[in-house]
Nanobody, 121 residues
Framework: VQLQASGGGLVQAGGSLRLSCATSGRTFRRYTMGWFRQAPGKEREFVGFSSGSGGGAYYADSVKGRFAVSRDTAGTTVFLQMNSLKPEDTAVYYC???????????????WGQGTQVTVSS
């Protein structure tokens, strides 16, 4: 079972990035696929998730209207489209999978390795 996050990088404020999370080892189609981030010296925080049961997507207030979580039609890759990026979005971003509809990191059973996003002002 593996989640592999990619797509991070350095971008100027106001720019966009799309992160990808490739899954393997089992079917995550019915899982809630979430994104979390952790900035230096801060706790890991919830960003957004896509429900595997057709329950739609849910976002943290700090990214609502700017970020969007989606999945490919095969259900094997999850994306985080990030627009209008701000310096405070700088963090390591992690994808994760949960059997629950949850924004709590403790409810996620599988985690990717993280990808660095740096937004310059």
């Amino acid at each position: 079972v593996q989640l592999q996050a990619s797509g991070g990088g350095l971008v100027q404020a106001g720019g966009s990035l799309r992160l990808s999370c490739a899954t393997s080892g089992r079917t995550f189609r019915r899982y809630t696929m979430g994104w979390f981030r952790q900035a230096p010296g801060k706790e890991r925080e919830f960003v957004g998730f896509s429900s595997g049961s057709g329950g739609g997507a849910y976002y943290a207030d700090s990214v609502k209207g700017r970020f969007a979580v989606s999945r490919d039609t095969a259900g094997t890759t999850v994306f985080l489209q990030m627009n209008s990026l701000k310096p405070e979005d700088t963090a390591v971003y992690y994808c994760a999978a949960s059997s629950r509809w949850s924004d709590q990191a403790a409810d996620y059973d599988y985690w990717g390795q993280g990808t660095q996003v740096t937004v310059s002002s």
